[in-house]
């Protein structure tokens, strides 16, 4: 089981500058919903955006820790203009 605070500090650790959000789904520990706000998403396409995430928890998803992700990958333009 992975704790929400884990799956923060993995991708903080890959994304240094980003502001995470994450919510576990089912109570599990191992499915989660994850916002990412991040300074390094500017100019990348929305697969790059997720490939950089996926790249933090890579260990948890392939140990099957951490057996589904759900993303929302903003740079902070982008989360300013969603979230007035």
């Given at each position: ?56 928890v890579n260990q948890a998803m392939a140990s099957e820790a ?5 993303l929302k990958t903003y740079t902070p333009a982008t989360w ?5």
């Open positions: 089981m992975v704790r929400p605070d884990d799956v923060e500090t993995m991708i903080k650790a890959k994304l240094p500058d980003a502001e995470v959000q994450v919510q576990d789904m089912t109570g599990g520990g191992d499915h989660y919903q994850v916002v990412v706000v991040s300074a390094e998403f500017e100019g990348k396409s929305l697969v790059k955006q997720h490939q950089l995430v996926y790249g933090a951490i057996h589904a992700l759900a300013a203009a969603a979230n007035p």
